[in-house]
């Protein structure tokens, strides 16, 4: 893991010693792209990921995949595996029109054909009797391999189904420093097991915003009748099973090429009584294509999957 050590070393020092957040984001773009042309790096985090007994066992939730990269008070650094759909239809969105609260983000483009986005510009206003959002477009463009991008807090876009399966790297961070205290917090594994009912807690005392911790409502809008509208409460996907996300997460590694045979050997003999990594790890060591199931769901949620055409009308009215 030197490869990937050396690179999570010098981005976790920037944000230790830049207590401005913006300017931290700024410093490690060009980290973050020399991360996404070195393929050792995301070979090493696919083995940091499958020697993790809790991401074996995880389910399929959301259109996208994820890995853990590194977690700490002031960062959090993860890699998005974004699927595409099976008829490849790109004018789709896997998510609604959205925005992070008060979190910072820098994503770098991995691998893959990448994603369309649009990124409106910070500063929307909200009509709370009509629940209309009044938003203007910063810029729609194709996030391609070996591209930066920084979205800001507060700061609405939303991302199309990719053509062709995508990964991106991401850095998240608080937008203010003294918010690292429940940023470590989290961290805590009691604190994790309970955080649902803690921030509800939080935020009837109304000290979520002190904290740092966001409270979710209102992050996502959608096109209807020509206007953008906000939804109060997030909608979440259904949870899927294991056989699914084990099954996509190997079609991937079989896309971008990883080839550590004998790491696999040793991982299906650590997890016997698991079939279906017994199965797949069998089927990737012989070379036979592993397919991507898709959840015909994860496209038809109703103001969550949305059509291009809509929010191009919505934009444009």
């Given at each position: 893991?030197?490869?990937?050590?050396?690179y999570?070393?010098?981005?976790?020092?920037?944000?230790?010693?830049?207590?401005?957040?913006?300017?931290?984001?700024?410093?490690?773009?060009p980290i973050?792209?020399?991360?996404?042309?070195?393929?050792?790096?995301?070979h090493?985090?696919?083995?940091?990921?499958?020697?993790?007994?809790?991401?074996?066992?995880?389910?399929?939730?959301?259109?996208?995949?994820?890995?853990?990269?590194?977690?700490?008070?002031?960062?959090d650094?993860?890699?998005?595996?974004?699927?595409?759909?099976?008829?490849?239809?790109?004018?789709i969105?896997?998510?609604?029109?959205?925005?992070?609260?008060?979190?910072?983000l820098?994503?770098?483009?991995?691998f893959g054909?990448?994603?369309?986005?649009?990124?409106?510009?910070?500063?929307?206003?909200?009509?709370?009797?009509t629940q209309?959002?009044?938003?203007?477009?910063?810029?729609?463009?194709?996030?391609?391999?070996?591209?930066?991008?920084?979205v800001d807090?507060?700061?609405?876009?939303?991302?199309?189904?990719?053509?062709?399966?995508?990964?991106?790297?991401?850095?998240?961070?608080?937008?203010?420093?003294?918010h690292a205290?429940a940023?470590?917090?989290?961290q805590?594994p009691?604190?994790?097991?309970?955080?649902?009912?803690?921030?509800?807690?939080?935020?009837?005392?109304?000290l979520?915003?002190?904290?740092?911790?966001?409270?979710?409502?209102?992050?996502?809008?959608?096109?209807?009748?020509?206007?953008?509208?906000?939804?109060?409460h997030?909608?979440?996907?259904?949870?899927?099973?294991?056989?699914?996300?084990?099954?996509?997460f190997?079609?991937?590694?079989?896309k971008?090429?990883?080839q550590?045979?004998?790491?696999?050997?040793?991982?299906?003999?650590?997890?016997?009584?698991?079939?279906t990594?017994?199965t797949?790890?069998?089927?990737?060591?012989?070379?036979?294509?592993?397919?991507?199931?898709?959840?015909?769901?994860?496209?038809?949620?109703r103001?969550?999957?949305?059509?291009r055409?809509?929010?191009?009308?919505?934009?444009?009215s």
């Amino acid at each position: 893991m030197d490869t990937a050590n050396k690179y999570i070393q010098q981005i976790k020092d920037i944000f230790e010693q830049e207590k401005d957040r913006y300017a931290a984001h700024k410093t490690i773009q060009p980290i973050m792209a020399k991360l996404t042309q070195d393929k050792q790096f995301l070979h090493d985090i696919i083995k940091k990921s499958l020697s993790d007994p809790e991401f074996i066992a995880k389910v399929r939730h959301y259109p996208t995949l994820s890995m853990y990269i590194y977690k700490d008070k002031n960062i959090d650094m993860n890699a998005h595996i974004f699927m595409p759909l099976p008829d490849q239809n790109t004018d789709i969105t896997f998510q609604s029109i959205h925005h992070h609260g008060n979190l910072l983000l820098t994503t770098a483009a991995a691998f893959g054909p990448g994603y369309e986005s649009i990124l409106f510009k910070k500063g929307f206003t909200l009509d709370m009797d009509t629940q209309i959002a009044t938003m203007q477009v910063e810029k729609i463009y194709q996030f391609r391999q070996g591209e930066v991008e920084f979205v800001d807090a507060f700061q609405p876009h939303v991302v199309f189904f990719p053509k062709d399966v995508s990964i991106t790297y991401v850095v998240w961070s608080n937008q203010k420093p003294e918010h690292a205290t429940a940023q470590s917090l989290k961290q805590n594994p009691l604190i994790r097991k309970f955080k649902k009912p803690i921030k509800k807690v939080l935020h009837r005392l109304g000290l979520s915003q002190k904290m740092g911790i966001n409270v979710v409502e209102y992050y996502d809008f959608y096109p209807e009748n020509g206007k953008i509208k906000a939804l109060k409460h997030r909608i979440e996907f259904e949870h899927g099973d294991n056989q699914n996300f084990l099954t996509n997460f190997f079609h991937v590694m079989q896309k971008v090429g990883f080839q550590d045979t004998d790491f696999l050997s040793h991982l299906a003999q650590k997890y016997p009584q698991n079939s279906t990594l017994q199965t797949l790890v069998q089927g990737f060591v012989s070379g036979e294509p592993i397919p991507a199931p898709f959840y015909e769901s994860h496209r038809t949620v109703r103001y969550v999957n949305l059509h291009r055409e809509e929010i191009m009308k919505a934009i444009h009215s």
